[in-house]
C-alpha cells in the first residue's frame, strides 16, 4: 500500500472509530490503538501536504489559527419557536394545528428541547463544508473549524449511506454536563470565572479563537432538522432516522405522538426523567410530522405555525437579600456574595449565592432588602437570576455597589484590562491572599499535609507564626503544643508532617507554589521538562511554550511569577528549609536500551503498559508512540492492532514478545 492510500485508509478507519466511540457510545478498539492510528495519520500528513484535507480527522484536534469568524447568510433562515410554560397552550396549539389541517388526523413528534446552542450543518457532495451558528436568524458566524473538533459531528458521510449528494442538518451544540463540571472545577482551582450553566460552556466555547480549545472541551451534538433535499420522505421522524443511519447523534427520546394524551404523557415523563440524561434539556419540542402538513401550516413571521416548544419551569426560589459581602481569594480576587434568608430549592436550603462580578450586579440592578429570584444554575450553584421589582413598595433599599477596598487589608481595589474581576493588589500583606497560598500549598495534590487545615493554619497565621510557607519549616512542637503541653501528640505529628512533605515529589511542590494557571496537569509537564525549579525559574517564553499543554496565558503567567523577588526568595528560603527542588532521577539501570526507539503495542501479563515504559526508560530506551523508519523494535503482546501489525511488517521492523523483552534487558 502506498503512503497515499494508506491516510485514505486511516482516515476512514478512524472516521468509523470515531462514530462507534461518539455516536454509538460502543467502542471496538481502545483508545491507545486510537492515539496510535491518529498519530500515525498526523505523520504520513506532514509529509504529503499535497493530501490536506479539511475533513481529515486530524482537523478534530484543533489548531490555533482559527481566524475571525465570517458572517455568512443562511440558505433558510434560522428561525426560534414559540414558548410556552403551560398545558393550557399545548392544548391550544394542538387544536390550532388540527383545524388548521381541516380536520384531517396528524402525528405529532415529540422531542427534547436540548439547552445548547443552535447550529446548521452544511454537507456537499458528503462532505461538511460549514457550520453556521444561529447568528441574527438571517446571517450566523461560520464556526467550521471549530465544529470540526465535535467527535460526534461526522466530517464526511460516506455516499454507501445513501445520503442525498448535498443537505442541511440543524441541531444542538451542547456541553455534557461531565465535561461542564470538569471544567468548572478546572476553572475554579485556577480562580477563573466559572460558566453559570453548560449553555454558556458551550457557546463560550464555540466562539472560541483556538479550536484546540474547542478539542478539548469536548462538546457534543444533537441533530433534529432537516432541510433541502436532505427531507427525503415526507415523515420528520422518519428522515431523522435516516438520518441517524447516515452517522449523526439523533436522540433515542425521539417518538410519534397520536393524540393530545400522548403529547401530555411525553412531557410528564421527561419533567422529572431529564435529570438522569446526560446534557440540559430546558422542555419539550412538538413538531407536526409531516412535512405536507407543515407546508400547509407554513410559518408566520417568526416561528412555523406547526412546531412549539413546553418549557420546563427551572425550579426557582423566591427571598430576601440582606447583605452583599466580598470574599478575598489566593490570587487576590474579589468575589461579591449574597447572603439571603434560607429558602428550600431543588432538595437543599440556600442562603448563599455568588453574584460573580460587578457587571453582573450592574445587570440585576439589585437593592439591598429585594425579594431575589434564586435559581440553582445548571442545576448546581445558586444564583440570583432577578429581582421582584413589584414587591419593592415604597422605600428602595440601598443600591448594591461593588466594592472599592479590600475587606480584609483596606487597600483600594484594581480591575486589570479585559477582565470581569476585581483584585486585591496587596500581595504581602493580605490576609486571605497570605493564608490561602499556605492553605494551597499543604493541599491534598500539592504538599498533601493533611494534618494541617484551614483553622490550624488560621490559628498559626493570628498568632504570628507563619506568613508563607516556607515558616511552616521552622514550627517546633513546643510552639504549637499548649501553654501546659496538653497538645504534645498533635503537635508532634503536625511537625512530622511538614518534614515529610519536604520530599514530595518536584512536580508538587510547583504545583503548590500556586502560580496563578498552573494547575496539576501543567505542574506535572513543567517539572518534567524543566527538571529544576533553578531550570524553570530561566525558562524563557519560547521554552515554556514548546511545553506540552503550556499556551500562551500559562507561560505569561509563570514568567510573571518568577519576576517577582518576594516570590523567589520565598523559593530560595523553601529551599533552604530542605524542599525538593528537582525532578527525581530515574534510576538507570542499565543501557541495554540505550539508543532505541520502542513502541508498545497489546496487553501484557508481566506488567503493564506504565511499567513498560519505566522500564524502558530504566534501561536507557524511549518509548513512542507511533511506527515510523526510525523504529527500533515492538514491544508487543497479545492483540496487538491490525493496523500497527501491518506498518511493522511494511517496514521490516522487528515485533518483540513480552518474553524475549524481559529476557533482553536479564541478560
Ligand atoms: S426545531 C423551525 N428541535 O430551541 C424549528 N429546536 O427556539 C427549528 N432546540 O433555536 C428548531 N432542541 O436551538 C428544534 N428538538 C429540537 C430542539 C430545538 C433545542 C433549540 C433550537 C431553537 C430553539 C427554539
Not at 237 to 245: G, P
Request: a negative charge.
Amino acid at each position: 500500500m502506498t503512503e497515499t492510500d494508506r491516510i485514505l485508509t486511516l482516515r476512514k478507519e478512524l472516521e468509523r472509530h470515531n462514530y462507534n466511540y461518539y455516536v454509538k457510545n460502543a467502542p471496538e478498539i481502545s483508545d491507545r490503538e486510537f492515539d496510535d492510528m491518529m498519530h500515525e495519520l498526523i505523520d504520513l500528513e506532514q509529509r504529503h501536504p499535497e493530501m490536506a484535507d479539511p475533513n481529515s480527522p486530524t482537523s478534530r484536534v484543533g489548531s490555533d489559527l482559527t481566524e475571525d469568524f465570517e458572517q455568512v447568510a443562511h440558505r433558510y433562515p434560522m428561525l426560534s419557536l414559540g414558548n410556552t410554560y403551560n398545558r393550557d397552550d399545548v392544548r391550544a396549539f394542538y387544536e390550532r394545528v388540527a383545524q388548521g389541517l381541516g380536520g384531517e388526523p396528524f402525528d405529532i413528534c415529540m422531542e427534547l428541547k436540548f439547552d445548547g446552542l443552535g447550529i446548521s450543518l452544511w454537507y456537499e457532495d458528503g462532505q461538511l463544508v460549514r457550520a453556521l451558528t444561529r447568528g441574527d436568524g438571517v446571517r450566523g458566524d461560520d464556526v467550521t473549524a471549530n465544529v470540526r473538533t465535535i467527535r460526534s459531528i461526522p466530517l464526511v458521510v460516506p455516499q454507501e449511506t445513501g445520503r442525498p449528494a448535498s443537505f442541511e442538518i440543524r441541531g444542538e451544540i451542547l456541553m455534557p454536563w461531565k465535561s461542564f463540571e470538569a471544567l468548572n472545577q478546572q476553572r475554579e482551582a485556577r480562580e477563573e470565572p466559572l460558566f453559570a450553566n453548560p449553555r454558556n460552556a458551550a457557546s463560550g466555547t464555540l466562539k472560541s479563537k483556538d479550536s484546540r480549545v474547542v478539542s478539548q472541551r469536548r462538546l457534543d451534538a444533537y441533530l433534529y432538522y432537516l432541510l433541502g433535499d436532505g427531507a427525503v420522505g415526507d415523515s420528520h421522524y422518519a428522515n431523522l432516522q435516516l438520518a441517524r443511519t447516515w452517522g449523526f447523534k439523533i436522540s433515542e427520546s425521539m417518538k410519534l405522538g397520536h393524540s393530545l394524551q400522548d403529547v401530555f404523557d411525553f412531557i410528564d415523563y421527561w419533567d422529572t426523567e431529564r435529570r438522569s440524561l446526560p446534557v440540559a434539556t430546558d422542555g419539550i419540542v412538538l413538531k407536526v410530522d409531516s412535512l405536507r402538513q407543515q407546508r400547509q401550516l407554513g410559518f408566520t413571521a417568526k416561528s412555523p405555525r406547526w412546531a412549539i416548544a413546553y418549557k420546563f419551569q427551572a425550579e426557582r426560589a423566591l427571598t430576601r437579600l440582606r447583605e452583599v459581602t466580598f470574599q478575598v481569594g489566593r490570587t487576590g480576587a474579589v468575589t461579591p456574595v449574597a447572603n439571603m434568608d434560607p429558602v428550600l430549592l431543588a432538595g437543599t436550603i440556600v442562603k448563599r449565592a455568588s453574584l460573580h462580578n460587578a457587571d453582573i450586579i450592574r445587570q440585576l440592578d439589585l437593592r439591598l432588602g429585594d425579594m431575589v429570584y434564586v435559581e440553582k444554575a445548571g442545576e448546581i450553584i445558586p444564583q440570583i437570576v432577578g429581582v421582584d421589582t413589584e414587591s419593592r413598595g415604597m422605600m428602595l433599599g440601598p443600591e448594591v455597589t461593588f466594592a472599592t477596598h479590600c475587606p480584609e487589608c483596606g487597600t483600594p481595589l484594581v480591575r486589570y484590562e479585559g477582565e470581569a474581576a476585581h483584585y486585591c493588589p496587596n500581595y504581602t500583606a493580605c490576609p486571605p491572599q497570605l493564608k490561602g497560598r499556605i492553605e494551597h500549598y499543604i493541599s491534598r495534590d500539592a504538599m498533601n499535609i493533611d494534618s494541617l487545615g484551614p483553622e490550624t493554619v488560621d490559628e498559626y497565621f493570628e498568632r504570628g507564626l507563619i506568613r508563607d510557607a516556607s515558616d511552616l519549616y521552622r514550627i517546633r512542637v513546643a510552639d504549637i503544643c499548649g501553654v501546659d503541653r496538653s497538645r504534645e501528640k498533635s503537635a508532634r505529628k503536625i511537625v512530622d508532617a511538614i518534614e515529610a512533605s519536604k520530599k514530595m515529589s518536584f512536580d508538587r511542590v510547583v504545583f503548590g507554589l500556586g502560580i496563578r494557571f498552573v494547575g496539576k496537569v501543567a505542574a506535572k509537564m513543567l517539572a518534567a521538562q524543566f527538571k529544576s525549579m533553578t531550570a524553570l525559574r530561566n525558562a524563557t517564553l519560547e521554552q515554556l511554550l514548546q511545553v506540552e499543554g503550556i499556551g500562551e496565558k500559562i507561560a505569561q503567567s509563570v514568567l510573571q511569577y518568577f519576576a517577582d523577588e518576594r516570590n523567589v526568595a520565598l523559593i530560595e528560603r523553601l529551599a533552604e528549609a530542605g524542599v525538593n527542588m528537582e525532578m527525581e532521577q530515574v534510576e538507570t539501570t542499565s543501557d541495554r536500551l540505550a539508543g532505541k526507539s520502542i513502541v508498545i503495542s497489546g496487553t501484557f501479563e508481566q506488567h503493564s503498559r506504565e511499567e513498560y515504559k519505566q522500564i524502558i526508560e530504566m534501561h536507557g530506551g524511549k518509548n513512542v508512540s507511533s511506527i515510523s523508519q526510525k523504529t527500533s523494535f515492538i514491544l508487543a503482546g497479545e492483540n496487538m492492532g491490525p493496523s500497527k501489525l501491518e506498518k511493522a511488517q511494511k517496514l521490516g521492523i522487528a515485533i518483540v514478545s513480552e518474553e524475549s523483552f524481559l529476557q533482553m534487558i536479564e541478560d
